[in-house]
């Protein structure tokens, strides 16, 4: 029996968040040297071009759901320059100078240059070798998740939620000069939708917008969506709040501005309590069969074979799967041999040492370079890098942390051999500590880096790194 849903606007929703004070290998092989910490992609001139990041969803009341935090990290040899404009949904806007040094990184508090229910930020940055994300806290957790490094006319989600006491939020940031109209179209449990109330949704130039998901789809437990932009191009992304019993948490997730026919998640694992549940998304008037394959880390196990109908969505939990042991770490790729489509995983920890909500969107392609802007290790964060090696020989890697001058080595993680088709999952905080950790993965052969952090007394955030120069795309 589906519960009633008591429907609250966001800025509601903030207000009373704020007032309950809510809380919520063995070396197989080698395929060469070890890797230098960054080689070419620091000195290439092909790389001396401006880059433009676009961050969306985040909020800069006192007290807000989604206080914001911008991380900018320098990945190469040289400084980096550039600004940083914050705009409200209010019309406000505001900006300050930004300068990097070789190798080191600056966090920016969204709050101190503008203050609003919500805000996006545009980062332009001077030279092609920086990375930049986005961090989001509040009384319901912590989330992070790269910025976006395009604008596009759409822009997917593969899960999302609107049950009672869920509250799903599309932020819709338009950073030119000229307005934009979008559509939302939906993919439920119940079948496709597109509600005309969100349907030519205004978004005024140089401006955030954001829309209430479950204000017209009502008490849906699973929601994938598409952001078409009717006129002008946008960035797209879903700030998910979720009060429901046992299942609190707050997750920031920039959306895929294309589909693909193939998606990795370096990281899976099932213990007592969790659900880990992968969303095949299908925006295509074309079914899409999709073979999940499982990699474990002992054993073999039986793919799935799913076919995803036209414009739908299937949800694959995990954990409800007798062929994937408990207590055993595993990779999961999904590949459509149709049209393209997307995936998204969300894992729900309702308690213990980790408590909160992990959602992120799995990786289309594999690269050498890996940038992890945001992290840290210490008494009151765990974080874990997650490496998947799509190869069909062993990939050698090195760790480094970006501190300025030169990329400085993690101790016992400098020369990491991961074996064909396998993953390696490293604990930062058994080799160094610290609160600010940006990093940065160099491999011998293109692989697939999530960072995995988990914040003691609530807040869970997974996401693919930012992948330096050129992908390799997975097949």
């Keep these: ?33 070890p890797p230098a910490a960054l080689d070419a992609v620091a000195s290439s001139p092909a790389r001396a071009q401006t880059t433009a990041w676009y961050c969306a969803g985040a909020t800069t009341v006192a007290g807000g759901a989604a206080d914001g935090t911008i991380v900018v ?67 319901l957790g912590a989330a992070s998740t790269p910025c976006a490094s395009t604008t596009s006319p759409r822009w997917y989600f593969g899960a999302g939620s609107t049950v009672d006491g869920a509250s799903l939020l599309i932020a819709l ?21 597109a509600p005309a109330e969100f349907q030519g949704i205004y978004v005024p130039a140089r401006s955030v917008t954001m829309v209430d998901i479950g204000a017209h789809v009502v008490d849906r437990p699973v929601v994938a969506m598409t952001v078409s932009a009717r006129s002008g191009a946008l960035v797209a992304a879903k700030l998910q709040l979720d009060t429901v019993a046992g299942q609190k948490g707050l997750t920031l ?14 990281d899976g694992g099932l213990t007592p309590g969790v659900t880990d549940t992968y969303y095949l998304y299908n925006p295509n008037t074309a079914p899409a069969p999709v073979r999940v394959g499982v990699a474990l880390t002992t054993g073999r196990a039986e793919p ?12 694959l939990p995990a954990n409800g799967e007798t062929r994937i042991p408990k207590g055993d770490g595993y990779t999961v790729t999904a590949r459509s041999s149709g049209p393209p489509i997307v995936v998204e995983r969300v894992v729900d ?69 991961v074996a064909p088709g396998a993953r390696s999952a490293l604990r930062l905080g058994d080799h160094l500590q610290g609160a600010f950790l940006p ?11 999530e960072r995995d952090l988990y914040r003691s007394g609530g807040g869970v955030s997974a996401a693919i790194g930012v992948a330096l120069g050129a992908l390799s795309p997975l097949s």
């Design 253 to 266: 997730v920039t959306g895929a501005p294309t589909t693909a026919a193939v998606w990795r998640f370096p």
């Design 349 to 417: 920890y309702p308690g213990g040492a980790r408590t909160g909500l992990g959602d992120l969107l799995g990786s289309p392609a594999a690269a050498r370079h890996w940038v992890l802007a945001a992290g840290a290790a210490d008494s009151t964060h765990d974080e874990w890098l997650v490496v998947a090696n799509p190869q069909t020989d062993p990939v050698r890697l090195s760790v480094a942390r970006l501190v300025g001058s030169t990329p400085t080595p993690v101790p016992g993680l400098d020369a990491v051999v």
């Design 304 to 315: 799935f074979r799913i076919e995803v109908g036209a414009q739908s969505v299937v949800a």
């Design 173 to 193: 940031y338009d950073p030119f000069p000229s307005d934009a109209i979008a559509d939302l179209s939906f993919a439920t449990d119940q079948g496709q939708t």
């Design 439 to 449: 990093l940065i993965v160099t491999a011998s052969a293109p692989v697939v880096v």
């Design 73 to 139: 990290a320098d990945a190469g040899a040289s400084p980096l320059h550039g600004t940083l404009t914050v705009v409200s949904n209010q019309g406000a806007s505001a900006a300050m100078s930004l300068g990097i040094g070789p190798f080191s990184s600056v966090a920016i508090h969204e709050a101190d240059l503008l203050k609003a229910p919500f805000v996006a930020a545009t980062v332009v940055l001077q030279g092609g070798h920086g990375a930049v994300e986005q961090q989001v806290s509040g009384p």
């Design 1 to 33: 029996m589906s519960r009633q849903p008591t429907r609250r606007g966001p800025l509601a929703l903030i207000a009373a968040l704020v007032v309950a004070g809510t809380v919520a290998a063995s070396l197989l092989g080698s395929s060469g040297p």
